[in-house]
């Protein structure tokens, strides 16, 4: 496997090419804003080494990728409250996977919220300044 895929709009966003709000990077994920938020706080959380699926990725990018989803559900916890969060990673189109470089979603959720991530999501563009605002509070947060 290729550190990055042609066209990967993700790798694009990892080599610094593609604008994204970053929350947290080390040498082997970032974590940065669903450009179209299901909820607030929609937070992605991607290795820098492309990889399509949890069938592709490398253990170890695994593991540190949970151990970073404790610490920004952590964040996400402290800074906007909500009741739960939902974690999610989609594998195939079947499965609704829409952006086929590995990823886990982090997506606030509060009772009698409309979300419904796997048929709806990735569909409304965030605001962007409130994108930069909520990615500020949350990395302060960390
Ligand atoms: P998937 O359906 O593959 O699990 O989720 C892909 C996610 O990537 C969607 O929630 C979608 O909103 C998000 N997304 C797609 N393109 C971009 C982009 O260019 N920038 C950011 N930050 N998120 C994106
Ligand atoms: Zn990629």
Do not use: W
Not at 19 to 29: C, G, H, I, M
Not at 105 to 117: E, F, M
Not at 122 to 138: E, Q, S, T, Y
């Amino acid at each position: 496997m290729a550190d990055r895929a042609a066209d990967c709009i993700f790798c694009a966003i990892v080599a610094g090419e593609a604008e994204a709000q970053k929350v947290y990077e080390d040498e082997r994920l970032v974590v940065f804003m669903d450009a179209f938020p299901v909820a607030e706080g929609h937070l992605l959380l991607v290795p820098k080494r492309h990889s399509k699926d949890l069938f592709e990725t490398e253990v170890e990018d695994l593991r540190a990728l949970i151990a970073v989803s404790k610490d920004m559900a952590e964040a996400i916890r402290s800074e906007l409250a909500p009741e739960g969060i939902f974690v999610c990673q989609l594998n195939g189109a079947a499965a609704g996977q829409t952006v086929f470089h590995y990823h886990m979603h982090l997506i606030p959720r509060n009772p009698g919220d409309r979300v419904r991530p796997g048929s709806q999501h990735g569909r409304i563009r965030g605001d962007p300044a409130a994108l930069v605002r909520v990615a500020a509070r949350l990395a302060a947060a960390l």
